[in-house]
C-alpha cells in the first residue's frame, strides 16, 4: 500500500470520516447476505472459493490482527480464531487449510455474526481514541481489503448455486429492455513513453506502485467488451473444437474438463445462470464470466489479440469519469453498451473485469509494504494474468484506472470478460 | 426383506400400532437433531458420509417413493428433489452424485423439515387408511432404514466434527465411574453343523435369508470386546510400525495415511475425540472406530483371530437376551464390560459393531426382494466385511442375532471395534 | 507350504531330480523371452504389472535370498539389487516402490541375464552338494514361483503391447478350425460335508491348507466355460449399460473407466488383441481376460451365479486328469471346449482361470510358512476372489485341484473367465 | 521463424553447406547415444520427459513430414508413425498421449534407427536436387530443432538415470581442478530505449521477432551466476523452511513435493547426481538446475531480484563473444566462472539457462510462422518463464543473444540455474 503521509494526513485527518466509512462498508457485507440462510453462507464449493460465512470472519479477523491487536492490552477476541481465519499471512501464523474451510459448521454464522459485533465495537471505540497516520492507512487497506471480499462473496456464491440441481437464485432478475450491440469499433491508443500506476492521488494497493514509464507501441482499443452474441458465433464457428485457436495449456484444460461454452452458459447457447437464477442470454451484454484461455482464442479467432495492461491503464486514465455498471447499480450482471454517440471506449469501468495479456509481474522498483501485510500481493506475482477496471459486482469506489486484479489463466468463476486489442 | 406373510398378519395387522411405531420412529430423527445449528446439518466431511440434511430428506424420501408413490394418485410433492435425495436406486432413476451431496444449501434444513411433515401426514393418512401387508412390509423397511441413517447421522457428525479445530461437542459427557477391565477369557463355541440366518420372527433384512445350514470349526470366542487399553499396548510394542503384522492393503492404507492409532485418538494415546468433545481414554472400554485392517492387525499380534460371521451368531442367537449399550443409554460411546460373575459373552450386543473375518457375501440360495429394493444389500456384496451386534448409537430395536452390517476393511468412522477369537 | 516331510524325502530324495527340475524349469522363463527386445522387456504398463527384464530378476533373487543366502559364506551376488529386486518381503528389508520398476533402465537385460546364470551356477553347485529336506522344499518353492512369474510375464506382455498402437504380436497365431461351441449344460455337484484341500500329495502353497471340511449346498456346475459368443449376446442385451446388472463397485469401476465390453475386444465386438496380435473373435472359445465384475454381471442376467470355491474344487477333485489347455499347447488363447460325448465338464483345467463367487480368506486353522516366506500367501487375504484351475499361459504341472490363485474383482488382465453355476 | 529470404539467400544458397550442416547435425545426436542401452532410450521417467528412442524417431519425422512430405510423390515411410511421433502439432493430425510415450516398446530402438537412415537418405537425394529458399529455411529449422533435441536428451536421460538407485553413470566425469569462485559483483546495464529481438542475421525463431524497441529501467546485473556454494549458505540460513522468502505458487509446490534442496543434491549438501554420476558438490560452479521458484526465493534472500529478459539480452548482446561451456566441453556440467582480470560478466552464454523474471509472453507485432510450424513456439504463451543463454548440454552454435527458451515456473529438471540483477 503505497499512501504517502501526507496524502493520508489530508484524507484520513477526521478519525470521524473513516469511522464512517467503517461503518458503511462493513455494514455493506452483511447486506449482501440479506436473504441468504445459514446454509447458503457455510458451504465452500471449491477450493478456491470460500464459504461466505469465512469472508465475513476473515475481514474482521483482518482488522482484529492488523488493528486491534496492535494494542499491547488487547486479547484475541475469540481463543483458536486466528488459526481459522488468517487466509494466508504467513508471518502471522499458521492457518487452516484453504480447501478445508467448507468444513467448519462452527463457529455458526451467528456466532461470526456476534464476532463481526465485537470487533466493530472495538475498532469503533479504537477509532474514536483517534489513530496515527500509519494505522489510520491499515484501517483504510482493511477496508478496501473487505470490498475485495464482498466481491468474492458474490462470486463464491454463485459458483456454489450453479452446482445445485434446483438452480436457486440469489436476487430477483432487474427488468432491462434488451437493445442491440453497439457497433464494434476502434479507439487509437497512444504510442511513445507514458507513465503508469499509481499517482499518488487517494488510496492504492503497493502493487500499483511505483508509478513508472513504459513504451506503449501502436495499438488499437476496442471501443466496447466482446459481447455474449460475438461469443456465441465464435462457439458456432467451432470455437471450442479447433486447438490451433487455443494456447496449449488452455487446449488442455478445455479438453480435460470439456469445456463446450462459457461455464453458465446452457448447451443449447440460449440461456446463462446468474445470480438471478437462469436467465435468457442477452446478446448484446458483454460475456461474462470468462477465463483467459477462452479470451485469448476468441481473439485470435477475431484476428486480433488481448491489450496489454499499459495500454488499458493508459486509456482508461485519459476518460473524464469511472462511470459504469458496478455493485450498486443492482444489475449484478454485465449489461449491454450504450449505442449513444459517446466518442469514447464503453464498459471500461464495471460490468466485468476485463483480461489483459499481461502476466501479473512487479512493476520496477516494486517494494511490498513491510511486514505481513507486505503478503497481501507481491508473493502471487507468478501464473497470474492482470484483469483491469471492475465489474458488476465490484463496489463503485473501489476501483480506479492503476487498479490490478489478477487470476490464473484458466480461472473462470471471477466476473471477467474482455475487450479486444490489436497492433496499429 | 424376507418377512413373510403370515409374521406379518400376526405382527403389523392392527396399523394403528404401525403408525405409533412411525411416529415414534421418524421423530427420534428429529430427537437426535435438537441442539444442532443449521451449519451442522448442511456439510459434507467426505464422500462416504453425507449431511444430516441429506438423511433427514433422504429417508422421507424413501416413504414418498416407496409408499406413498404406489398410489397412482400421487404426485411428486417436491419438484426436482427426487433426483436429490435418492441415493443408489438406480432402478428408481437418475440420482445426485453421492460426493457432491455437501454442495447443496438448499433446500435448507427448514425445507427438508416441511418436506418431512408433508410425507409424515401423507404417510399417517395413508396407515389410517389400511395397507396391505405388502406395503405394511415396506412401510417397516423403511422404518429400519431410518434406524439406520440415524445411526449415520451419529457417525457421520463425529467425523465432521473431528475435522474442526475447535473440536465442538455434541452432548456432554455423561458422568461415570471409572472401572478396571473384565478379566479376558474365552467361551467355547458349537462345533459342527448349525443354522444361521433370520429365523422368521419379526423383521430382517433380506440379506440375513434364507436360514441355512453352516459347519464350524471347533473355536472359541473371547468374554468380551478388545479395550483401549490392550489396543494402546499393541501400539507401544510398535503395532503401527511392523508391516508383518499387518494385510498388504492394510499396510499399504495406513502408510499412505500414516496412521498411528485410532482416528479419534490423540497422538499421546490419552484422549480420544468422542460425540462428547475431547475425554480421557478409558482403558476398560472397547476400542472404537477402528478399521478392519487394525482389528486384523491387532489380533494376530495377540496370536489369535477375528471370529467368523457364523461362530459369532450361533453365539450370539443363544444369549438369554439383547441386552446392551445402545444409543438409547445415552452413553454414545462403548462402555467398558460389567466385572460381575457373569459366565456369559458380554458385549455381544451394543457398544461397537464388531468385525468379524466373514466377507459380506449371499447366503445360499439368496434372493434380493423384488424391484428397485432388491438393490437395498445385494449389490454392495463384493469388497466389504461384515461387522455384528449394534453400537452405543444403534437404536436397541434395530439389533438381532442375525443382522449383517459391512463395510470396507479400510472404513474407520463407523463405531466399530472387535473381540478376539481362535481356533480350539 | 504345506509339505510335509515324508512326502518331501518320497518326491525330492534325489538332488539330481530336482537339479533338473531348477534348469528346466529356469530355462522356460528365458524360452519365453525368445524373439522379444530388450525394450519389450524393460517396461512397466501399470502398477500392476511389471517389465520382464525384473521378472527375470526378482526369480533369481528368490533363489539367492531364500537358498543361496542360508549360506553363512554366502555374500551378494550384486551390490544393491536386493533392494531392487525384493517384491514384497517386508522381513527381509525395504524395497523398491512396485510402481518405479518400469523407471530402471539399469541393470540392462543382458546384466540380468548374466546375474541369472551366475545364481543357476551357485545353485548347481549347491544343489549338487545336497540340501536338506526343508532347504529342498524351498527350492520346490522357488521353482512353482518361478512358474508363476512364467504366467505373469505373459500377461504383462500382453498388456504392454494392447497400449501399442502398433499392436506388435508375440507369437504369430496359430493355424484353428473353427467349431461350435459346446451345448451348454450342467452337472449335479455333490452336497453335504466333504473335503477341500490339499491332500498332502507333492507340492502346494500353504494357502491350501489345512485340508478341512466344508458344507457342500445342492447345486449345479456349467459343462464348460462361458464363451465369446454367449458374452457377446450380453453385450448386446445392454449388459454393459444395466446399472441392476452389476454390483455398487462394479458399476462405479465400469462408469469410471467407461468398460464397454472386455478390455482387449474391438470395439465392434469383432476381434479380440492377443499374444498373436488382433484375431477374429472366436464365438465357442472362452472370453478371457475378464474382470470378476464383469463375469458377475453376466451370471446375473443369465439367471445363474459363479459357483463357490468349494464347489470347484470338488468338482475338479474328481475328474479323472487335469488335461487343458496349458502353456505347453502353444495356443496362448483359451479354445473352444470339445464337442464330443464326454460327460465330464470341460475346461476345468486350463484356458482362462476361472472366477469364482468366494472371498480369498484363510482356512480354518491356516498358518503361514515361518519367517519371510511367509509373507507369501497370506497377508493378501482381504478385497480379492479366488480364481481356479489354470490358463492357457499356465504350466501344466503348475496347477491342481487345491490351486488358489487370486485377484481384485476389477482386475482384468490376468487370463481369466468362468464358468455359471446355479443352486440345484 | 523470421529468416528473411535474403539472409538465406546469402546464407543457404549453396546446398552442399546445408547438406553439410545436415550431416553434421543428424550426426551428433546419435552420438549422444554412445554407449547406451536400448534400455536407456526407452524408458520415459516422466510426462515432461521423452524416451531417446522418441527423440530421435520425432527429429526425423520432422523432416519427413515439414520437407520430404512437400513432394507430392511421398509416401509414409513407415505406417502409423506418423500418430506416434508427431509431438504437438495439432494442424498436423492427431497424435499418441505425451504421457504414454514410455509404453511403446515398438517400434525398437534399432526400428527407430533403420528409419532414420531412410529419412537421412530422402532428405540427401532431396538437398542434392536443390531446395528452394523456403525449403531451405525449414531444413534449417528442422536442424535448430533437432539440436533442442539433442539438449533434451540429456536433461531427460539424467532425470531418468537420477531415479536409478543405482546411480548410473553417463559418461565418467571429467578431471578438473578446484577453484575458488570469482568475487561477486555488479555491471550496470544500460537505461532507457534499446532493441531487442532478432536483429535478421543468420537463424532465429519466429517468437524472437520482431526486433522491437524496449524501455530499460536503471540496473545492475551479477558478474557471474550464483554458484552452489552460495546456495548452500541460502539452505543453511533456512531458505526452505521460510515461507516469506517464496511466492505463493512456489511455497506450495515446495511443500507439497518436499523440496529441501535442488533436485539432484544429496540430503547432506554435499554431492550432486550428474550426468557422470554423483560427484562432490563444486561450491564454485554456477547451481544447477534449479526452479524458477526456487531462484526467485533466493534472489529475495539475498535483497536482490532477477534480471528481466530485456536487460539479460541488451548485456548479452554487447559482449565480443558468445564463448561458453556448451556441449562442445565435454564437460556436461556447469563450470566455476574464470577468476582473471577480465571486466566482464562472465557465464552469461553456456553452463546453465538463465531464469529470468519474464513471462514468456508474445512480442509486440509477433506473428507466428505460417501453417502447421507456427503451432512452434506460439502456442506455449503462458504460465512460462524466458530463460537465456544456454548451457552445458547445448550444442554451441545453436545459442545467440535473442535466443528465448522457456519453461514452468516449477520445472526443475532442465539445466537452469540464475544470476541476480537488481535496481540501479
Redesign the interface.
Known sequence: MSVTSSALASQLAPTSSLAGAYARIRQASLALCDGL???????Q?MPSASPL?WHLAHTSWFFENFILATDAQHRPLRD?WN??FNS?Y??VGPM?ARA?R?????????DVLDYRRDVDAAMRERLERGVSVELAALVRLGLEHEQQHQELMLMDLLH??S????E?AYRPATARTPQPARTPGWHRGREG?VMIGHDGEGFAFDNESPR????L?PHRIANRMVTNGEFREFIRDGGYRR??L??????AKACAEAWQHPPYWSDDLDSEFTLAGRVALDPAAPVCPIS??EA?AYARWAGA?LPTEAEWEDMAARLPDRHGNFVESGALRPLAADIGTSDLPQQMYGDAWEWT?S?Y??Y??YRPDDGAI??YNG?????QLVLRGGACITPAAHVRASYRNFFY?ADRWQFAGFRLGQ?A
Do not use: C
Not at 452446482?163 to 434446483?166: A, G
Not at 487455443?246 to 487446449?251: A, E, F, N, P, Q
Open positions: 440462510a445459514p446454509e447458503d453462507m457455510v458451504l464449493s460465512k483458536g488459526f481459522l494466508y504467513q508471518s487452516h478445508a467448507g468444513l467448519l459448521s462452527r463457529p455458526t454464522v451467528a456454489l448455486f452446482l445445485n440441481p434446483l436457486p513513453i513508472h514509464r513504459v513504451l507501441q486447438p490451433t487455443w494456447l496449449s495449456d488452455g487446449w483467459y484461455f485469448d489479440r495479456s502476466a509481474s512487479a520496477p522498483g507486505g503478503e508473493k502471487f506475482m507468478s501464473g489463466p497492433d
